[in-house]
């Protein structure tokens, strides 16, 4: 980028093995003690198995408030069914783009019983006065997201944002969020521009990348140093390599986590509860 100076790696971190719902085997990269460093952004799971027992349980009916949830398929496929009478499946390269806000109930049902599974999770949250928004989604079909070819044989899917002037599938004003898939050839290089302003990460999902010289493997995410002037990054393969990129602007509110409620204050957690227990809240 010639106008631009790339982010350094201010901290490589790796993924945590956990299981959640009926017993889905995950990795989850972002945590929620990594919630303030990169505001926006709740939480980044990972999953990926050619083992059917990892995945087959799914997430049975779970509710969800506070935040929006952008589920991005690689390969398998995924039924959904909300509270509200959606229902939806997501194949390989489908994404689904959720505003939970006052509330859902849905499931996530793998639809499939052997083959792999695998795509992203990540939870992007809402600022304080949209929390209790109407809920709302779109499923994303992969031929519909925009996609462009930058130099060296570089393919980019935009799924939230803007790259290259191109708009993605997805835009939001009040966080800005970018969130790029870039599938990079051996020996190719990235740049691409990130406000100073916004905390960003990398996710490494296949091969091996450089940024700022330091080197991050699959199975790690980078998280990008802020800095005056720091307007953009570069990505360079020494292998042929997947990455996610993932940039937004920072809410700086009271983060306040129970399980699937994201809220500003413990009061609006325990009204959350209720509202759940009492059958207010899909
Ligand atoms: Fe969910």
Request: aromatic share 8%.
């Amino acid at each position: 980028m010639e106008n631009s100076r790339s982010r350094n790696v201010e901290r490589i971190v790796i993924g945590k093995a956990t299981s959640d719902g009926a017993g889905v085997s995950l990795t989850r990269v972002l945590t929620q003690p990594l919630q303030r460093r990169l505001d926006p952004f709740l939480m980044l799971d990972a999953f990926g198995s050619d083992n059917p027992d990892d995945y087959i349980a799914g997430f049975p009916d779970h509710p969800h408030r506070g935040f929006e949830t952008v589920t991005y398929m690689i390969a398998g496929r995924m039924r959904h069914r909300d509270s509200a009478g959606h229902e939806g499946l997501l194949q390989s390269g489908d994404v689904q783009w959720m505003t939970a806000g006052r509330g859902v109930i849905h499931s996530e049902i793998p639809e499939q019983e052997s083959g792999v599974m695998e795509g992203f999770q990540l939870w992007l949250n809402l600022p304080a006065g949209k929390k209790m928004i109407e809920p709302w989604y779109r499923d994303i079909r992969g031929k519909d997201i925009p996609s462009y070819v930058a130099r060296d044989g570089v393919a980019v899917k935009i799924i939230a944002g803007m790259s290259n002037g191109i708009e993605g599938a997805v835009t939001r004003e009040d966080t800005e969020p970018l969130f790029l898939d870039i599938d990079l050839p051996a020996g190719s290089a990235f740049s691409a521009q990130l406000p100073e302003t916004h905390n960003a990460f990398a996710y490494v999902y296949r091969g091996k990348v450089r940024i700022g010289g330091q080197s991050i493997s699959h199975g790690r995410m980078a998280i990008l140093g802020n800095g005056q002037g720091k307007d953009g990054v570069s990505l360079e393969a020494e292998e042929s390599a997947r990455a996610i990129l993932v940039a937004g602007r920072p809410l700086s509110e009271p983060i306040v986590q129970y399980g699937p409620f994201v809220m500003n204050t413990q009061a609006e957690i325990y009204q959350a509860i209720s509202d759940f227990r009492e059958g207010r809240l899909g």
